[in-house]
């Protein structure tokens, strides 16, 4: 166990729709990375949160957004889902994540989208 | 373009030998690499790292080395073991603000009684 935790574990929606995915960090840390997975592009870098702020962006299309709230907990929100989303979702976290500040980034469990 | 990608996607080996994943890279920019683990069901596991301005880190049982020269990256399992079955991951960070990570797209390895 990661001690990083997300919700829900499965989601099935359809296409059009809106779902808002959580995910709550370990104890402490203030990092918080979201990533998909999918079969034809692997994991992907979607974002990542500093203590509430932005810090990186990745591949993250304009219909994802993300945020981190003041308990650091963190929510990535997908709409106008399409077929193509359907992935695993990750969320990561770690200590700390600034400019030439590496550190472990634990994974949660993942949310496996299913869009209909 | 930058990507990061593996030689062999699947990998089989008999338990108790010496298992060795490679990963190519091609930003030589990157400064930071890591390798993670993902069993089935789980999320990735973070297994080693090595900075640009190492060749080699050894951990438990696993060693990772950086050839800059060639760009590649491999990680070496001894004594492999039913439980390192999994799919295995090189990253690079294409830094320098944040941690944004490049993935391969995995090798599974596979280990045989």
């Known amino acids: 166990d990661s001690g990083v935790t997300q919700t829900p574990k499965h989601l099935i929606t359809a296409t059009g729709q809106r779902v808002t995915l959580r995910c709550s960090p370990r104890?402490?840390?203030?990092?918080v990375y979201w990533y998909q997975q999918s079969l034809d592009q692997g994991l992907q870098f979607l974002i990542q949160?500093?203590?509430?702020?932005?810090?990186a962006k990745g591949n993250i299309l304009e219909r994802f957004s993300a945020q981190q709230f003041p308990d650091l907990h963190s929510e990535l929100n997908l709409s106008s889902l399409e077929l193509g989303d359907s992935a695993l979702y990750f969320c990561?976290?770690?200590?700390?994540?600034?400019?030439?500040?590496?550190?472990?980034?634990?994974f949660g469990p993942g949310t496996r989208l299913t869009v209909l | 373009g930058e990507s990061v990608g593996l030689h062999l996607p699947t990998l089989s080996v008999q338990e108790g030998d010496n298992s060795i994943i490679n990963c190519a890279y091609s930003?030589?920019?990157?400064?930071?690499f890591i390798w993670y683990k993902q069993e089935s069901g789980k999320g990735p596991q973070f297994i080693i790292d090595?900075?640009?301005?190492?060749d080699k880190r050894q951990g438990q049982r696993v060693t990772v080395l950086l050839n800059k020269t060639v760009k590649h990256l491999s990680l070496q399992i001894a004594a492999t073991q039913p439980g390192d079955s999994a799919v295995y991951f090189c990253?690079?960070?294409?830094?320098?603000?944040?941690?944004?990570?490049?993935f391969g797209p995995g090798t599974r390895l596979s280990v045989l009684p």
């Open positions: 990561a976290s770690s200590v700390a994540g600034g400019v030439m500040n590496y550190n472990e980034q634990f």
């Open positions: 104890s402490g840390d203030l990092s």
């Open positions: 949160y500093y203590n509430g702020e932005e810090r």
């Open positions: 930003n030589s920019a990157s400064d930071y």
């Open positions: 090595i900075r640009s301005n190492m």
């Open positions: 990253a690079e960070n294409k830094g320098p603000y944040g941690q944004n990570f490049v």
